[in-house]
């Protein structure tokens, strides 16, 4: 075998950070080590706010200079016993990939998982990526298959740090004053609010105050990440040194009581209070719990928090059987994952088919069958009477008399927007609180974003609708025009061995008429198990036109085109070539 090497997707990276956890989980690296490392910057060929994501690892270069300066042969051969601790291949290599391990008191950096390549397996970030981003195999034969993309290979050659290092360029600083900025929800979209307040302002306070404890994590990992070894710090956004550094005010514990628009004031429970001249309400939401009997008993949770993770996981350890309400994503996801610890688990989805908004029908049986393929028992369109037991969850009964058995119960059902405090301070609220493409709501000089924002009618509560509203309520908070568009907010599912992507209308609309193209046949839930290689696994796709545009699509099994899809969305010259992609033989009209 000739030159070893990884290959990088940055089209198909989502920035969930799961290679970089289970990097970090299977080299048992210390608190602040990474081997790898995803780094995140805004699109720099638009104004759209869409995200850039890159995973970084050691490059393994041609001429690397860290192991020309390793004076003991060590950095070489990753000799443990030879090494010093001098430093010098850490200040040598300018990729910042050697590490200096203070338990074992020498250098270390990524060798592409050897031990287990030894054994015949994947490095780990490999096996871990949910969209098949990261490829590990000879460079030649990685070329020849893939093609050389402008930031997505690497190995084996030295190459311009800045192709994986490149940030967005520092906003033009609109003015530097001394304004107070009070951000109100320390979610992903108050940091990116925070983040986008100091791009522009470099003089002024910003305070971003949470309810809880924790700095801020990565909420779409508390059910992507693997359940044994969960750890909430490996999920962080930023440590707390980033907040120092930003000179971001970050107060822990500060639940908010009252909104004062009028002399622009906040009150939280511990009895502060806290002036404002701009006040950004990114407060978020709660899980939404439907009114079933029984919801209150013990060993009946919610998922929303790193705490709501920590719970299950002990609960784990003295269960066998566990029921799940709600078959969306979040659902899905955490039942896959007490599958794998060995529980029983149930699925019960009160609509007549799992993830309803934006799946059709035949996907969604069929997603349902790979499930069950799975080891998962899916019950639909159930209508549930009550959570039976004594002080605990021990049954879920429905309407028709059939019981599950529980050891515990979680419940998926949605989230609510926490919007109490922005109605008793007279601010227009539908389902959450209604704002412009600015994010300005109904008050002057408040904005909205994230899981609590409402922009015509819509509040998809996605994770990167989150960020794109922060990143937009700050920049215009302080002085910036930017508007913020709306985009269909996309589906992305991995459990039982199966990925999903689903984006858009899946043809329910009865007002619209569609042009409907899909893979001719449903393959067998084997052939789409994600330990394929992109273009290597097979894929059912559906793909939705209206009026000759695409309006939505549902891809399972290889994601290869997710990335083109997305982009069809938003340009309709680009359907013909995502059409092209298909055998036209293939194609059909209802």
Not at 191 to 198: E, N, S, T
Not at 323 to 345: D, H, N, Q, S, T
Not at 526 to 537: D, H, Q, S, T, W
């Amino acid at each position: 075998m000739g030159r070893l090497g990884f290959y990088i997707d940055c089209q198909r990276c989502i920035g969930c950070k799961a290679c970089q956890a289970a990097c970090k989980d299977h080299n048992n690296l210390e608190r602040g080590i990474f081997f790898r490392k995803v780094f995140t910057w805004k699109a720099p060929e638009d104004d759209s706010l869409n995200f850039c994501h890159y995973s970084v690892a050691c490059n393994h270069c041609e001429e690397p200079e860290c192991v020309a300066v390793c004076p003991t042969g060590a950095m070489e051969k990753m000799d443990g016993g030879s090494c010093i601790a001098c430093g010098s291949c850490i200040w040598a290599c300018p990729y910042g990939a050697p590490t200096f391990s203070k338990s074992g008191g020498v250098s270390q950096k990524c060798d592409s998982c050897a031990a287990l390549r030894a054994k015949g397996k994947n490095p780990v970030c490999v096996d871990a990526c949910i969209n098949h981003c990261i490829q590990f195999g000879d460079i030649d034969e990685l070329e020849q298959q893939y093609g050389k993309m402008e930031m997505g290979f690497f190995a084996g050659r030295a190459f311009d740090r800045t192709l994986f290092l490149k940030k967005e360029e520092p906003a033009a600083r609109v003015k530097d004053s001394d304004e107070t900025f009070l951000i109100l929800g320390a979610g992903i979209a108050g940091v990116q609010a925070a983040a986008a307040i100091r791009e522009r302002n470099g003089r002024c306070r910003i305070i971003l105050t949470e309810a809880g404890e924790s700095l801020t994590y990565s909420r779409p990992m508390l059910t992507k990440a693997p359940l044994k070894g969960f750890m909430p710090e490996r999920h962080l956004i930023h440590d707390a040194c980033w907040y120092r550094q930003q000179r971001i005010e970050w107060k822990p514990g500060y639940q908010v009581t009252a909104l004062n628009t009028e002399n622009k004031t906040v009150v939280f429970e511990n009895g502060r209070e806290l002036h404002y001249d701009k006040c950004i309400y990114a407060l978020g939401a709660e899980c939404f719990v439907p009114p079933i009997p029984g919801c209150d008993k013990e060993r009946v949770v919610t998922i929303r928090q790193t705490t709501d993770i920590e719970k299950i996981r002990r609960m784990v350890l003295t269960s066998k059987k566990a029921v799940i309400i709600g078959g969306g994503v979040i659902g899905v996801e955490i039942a896959w994952e007490l599958r794998k610890a060995g529980m029983e688990v149930t699925i019960i989805e009160m609509a007549g088919m799992l993830m309803e908004r934006l799946l059709d029908e035949s996907n969604a049986r069929y997603l349902e069958t790979s499930l069950r393929s799975a080891g998962l028992s899916i019950v639909t369109a159930a209508r549930i009477t009550g959570i039976e037991g004594g002080r605990c969850a021990e049954n879920v009964v429905l309407a028709d008399g059939r019981s599950y058995p529980a050891d515990f119960v979680i419940i998926s059902a949605g989230i609510r927007a926490n919007v109490q405090p922005a109605q008793m301070a007279g601010i227009k609220t539908g389902r959450s609180i209604i704002v412009n493409e600015y994010m300005e709501t109904s008050a002057l000089d408040v904005y909205a974003c994230g899981d609590c924002a409402e922009y015509h009618g819509d509040n998809s509560g996605t994770w990167t609708e989150s960020q794109s509203q922060g990143a937009a309520a700050g920049a215009n908070a302080a002085g910036d025009t930017l508007a913020w568009k709306l985009q269909p907010a996309p589906l992305i599912l991995h459990a039982g061995g199966i990925s999903l992507f689903a984006i858009g209308d899946a043809g329910k609309n009865p007002k619209q008429s569609y042009e409907i193209y899909k893979t001719e046949t449903q393959p067998d839930p084997a052939e789409l198990f994600i330990n394929k290689r992109p273009g290597g696994g097979k894929c059912y796709e559906t793909y939705y036109i209206s009026n000759h545009k695409l309006v939505g699509a549902i891809l399972m099994g290889d994601l290869t085109n997710m990335r083109l899809v997305k982009e069809c969305i938003n340009n309709d010259s680009l359907v013909p070539r995502l059409l092209e992609t298909l055998n036209p033989e293939k194609a059909q009209e209802d």
